[in-house]
């Protein structure tokens, strides 16, 4: 294996990883949010979180070693909230899909968002590679 290629699985694998974390703060809010945004309006406050918790994680972890696009915090993070819109786009059709096909069972929550998550994960590691952290 070339350090190149090692480079883009450590990427991979540290985005997966990052992903879960997410993944927890995202369900965690969506069903915290339940109740009072419904299970479809919980998602948004839900994304945010997580969008929020792994492009810290992303910037200070999967992607250290790359060039910045950006040299403002703010407007990197608001660039890659942008970026990620693709993504949640994605994750939100997966998301009431299965939740419509679910239906109400104890795990329809859990489920739908880590369905979601990976439907909008590749989206989202190809666009901030791409726009947001430079080789």
């Not at 915090?73 to 970026?83: A, D, N, P, Q, V």
């Amino acid at each position: 294996m070339t350090v190149n290629s090692f480079s883009k699985h450590r990427e991979l694998f540290l985005f997966g990883v990052i992903g879960v974390l997410g993944y927890i703060v995202d369900v965690t809010i969506t069903k915290l949010g339940e109740s009072m945004f419904g299970v479809y309006g919980a998602r948004i406050p839900a994304f945010v979180a997580a969008a929020t918790v792994t492009w810290a994680m992303n910037r200070t972890f999967t992607f250290s070693q790359k060039q910045k696009v950006h040299s403002s915090l703010l407007r990197e993070y608001l660039h890659y909230l942008s970026l990620m819109i693709v993504g949640l786009t994605f994750n939100y059709v997966v998301y009431v899909v299965s939740v419509t096909l679910l239906a109400k069972h104890s795990y329809t929550i859990y489920a739908s968002v880590a369905l979601g998550s990976l439907a909008g994960m590749t989206v989202n590691f190809v666009n901030s590679k791409k726009y947001l952290y430079k080789q």
